[in-house]
């Protein structure tokens, strides 16, 4: 495979922590502060797309068995980098993870680095229960089981866009990527993004090597990918990552929110699950 | 050899296939055989992908497995099985390697399912997860005939666009039997091992013919905002639209049969009424939209 280059970039992430936020961000920034919700040109795709898959591979993806996928899925964003000039961005849910020929499903040899989004479970709960029409209990569940999987395919998979993705536990996911050993990955907590959005989205661009985009065009970009922002656009045109049309993807944006939502028996749930990981990226118990 | 119809091409083939129409006919088109094939195919003008080597008048495909196929001149297919998966082993036959049987011979497969309707026929014409195959039988459930499933072969006959179907089986997901109210008593068989996948056979009522398209509906277009509508397109626009539709374009190109694809859609276009249903493909409209087909049809 020579002449590869290392041209994917991962913006990877547990649901519903910041990473559509950051995709949008990037869009706006190298579209001169110009943001369409709709019609994005960087990040647009996630791995587990079957329509980018049959496209490149040219494989009926909804004939193939799940460790299938898993094969081809490196093989077909191999064939994929090598041809494409520059870095591409690709938005990815699944926890990080080696098929059975023990090759990682996110393909190395074509990997720049990954931005890895975090955010507190506790926030995630409200947040995961409203995007995927739960109670606030079953996102508690969501968030807590260890072989949790995404777009669950079982026997409706008709209008799957996207393959199983295996999400693991919140714990689960984000270990799964402090292990990789691979490439690069930088970790963003969305609280952090919230509050230092200016300090956090210039130190990613420095990680990804874009130096040459100015202050003021990294502040123009944050400017159109505002809460308040993305919430009009999301009324005004809708959103196409929705799940459905009864809720807001854009829903409150903002940290803490788990202090009104969750009973102090889910805040328990989550801790007593999550305990180790949450201290490590500061969501103290007082926090 | 046992002699079957299928894609508008008379096969011969030792593998035994009950998807396809069974036949008689002195000349085959195409040969099936089983056999041993290269693993990989050289030269200059081949293209590569994942699993498969492509060049104008051969096409190699390995999956792993399950099996490898040699297809060459548009006469020949020479499977090489890999394990002792069946079924596993005709899907990827009647999809991937026919594909480019039917480029190597100059027949332009679409992406469409398609009921019978005045003496021709309705497409619904979409990428795979469109809806094809679940509106074509939820019209078959209210007394249309379905002509094919998935693709249907284009050919030009004197300055005319006709259609001919693939074979007669309908692949619908477990969940689609409810949704259309077809019994699953008629589906036992899974498409693969392991998929909740499963055949439905329409033999009874297959034709062979190539017939004229009457309508095509485009069923791609994602609206964000939920509502669903069927509009009709200009010609550009519809055009546009149904390129998107090609099958399995990795083969189209690299045969080099994009121009051939642009004068049958083109031509396709202009002979046919086109629309355009607009939903958002998450939210639940199937149903609502068969209605408004139907109203369309009748």
Known sequence: ?287 | MYQYWGFGLHISSEIEFPELFPFTFEVPDVVIRLGETPKSLPGDEVTQTINAYIKPAEYLLTMRDIGRYHVINGNQIIVEQIGNDNKSLRVFLLSNAMAAVLYQRNMIPLHASGVLYKEGVVLFSGHSRSGKSTIATSLKMKGYSVFSDDVCVLKEVDGKILAMPSYPMLKLWEDSFAKTGLSMEEAKETVRPGLAKYAHFFHHSFITDAIPVRKIFLLNTDNPLGTAEIVKPGFMEAFTEIQKNSYRPSQLNAMGKRKLFFSLASGLVNAASVYMVRRNEKADSLEQITKEIITILS
């Not at chain 1, 690709?90 to 020929?101: E, L, P, R, T």
């Not at chain 1, 409706?156 to 693991?168: H, I, K, S």
Request: glycine share 4%.
């Open chain 1, 1 to 287: 495979m020579s002449g590869t280059s290392k041209n994917l970039v991962w913006l990877a992430s547990y649901p519903k922590s910041g990473n559509t936020w950051f995709r949008l961000f990037l869009n706006a920034l190298f579209n001169n502060g110009k943001l369409d919700i709709n019609h994005l040109s960087t990040a647009d795709t996630i791995f587990s797309s079957k329509s980018f898959f049959e496209e490149v591979s040219d494989l009926p993806a909804d004939l193939l068995l799940e460790e299938e996928v898993k094969r081809y899925l490196p093989l077909v964003f191999t064939d994929f980098a090598m041809t494409q000039q520059d870095d591409v961005f690709i938005k990815v849910h699944d926890a990080f993870q080696y098929s059975k020929d023990e090759q990682s499903i996110i393909p190395a040899v074509v990997t720049k680095c990954a931005l890895c989004f975090i955010r507190n479970p506790l926030d995630l709960a409200g947040s995961l229960a409203n995007h995927y029409s739960l109670s606030m209990d079953e996102a508690i569940s969501m968030l807590n089981d260890p072989l949790y999987k995404l777009a669950k395919q079982d026997n409706r998979r008709y209008r799957r866009g996207q393959f199983q993705q295996d999400l693991f536990s919140w714990s689960g996911h984000v270990q799964s990527w402090l292990d990789v050993t691979e490439f690069p990955v930088l970790f963003l907590r969305y609280e952090d993004m919230l509050m230092n959005t200016f300090a956090v989205f210039k130190e990613a661009l420095e990680f990804l090597q874009y130096t040459s985009f100015t202050d003021t065009e990294i502040g123009k970009a944050i400017e159109a990918t505002g809460f308040k922002r993305l919430q009009e656009a999301e009324r005004t045109d809708g959103f196409r990552e929705k799940l459905n049309n009864n809720y807001s993807f854009f829903r409150k944006g903002k940290a803490g929110g788990w202090k009104e939502e969750l009973t102090a028996e889910q805040v328990q749930k989550i801790r007593s699950v999550h305990h180790h990981l949450m201290q490590q990226f500061g969501y103290h118990d007082n926090a």
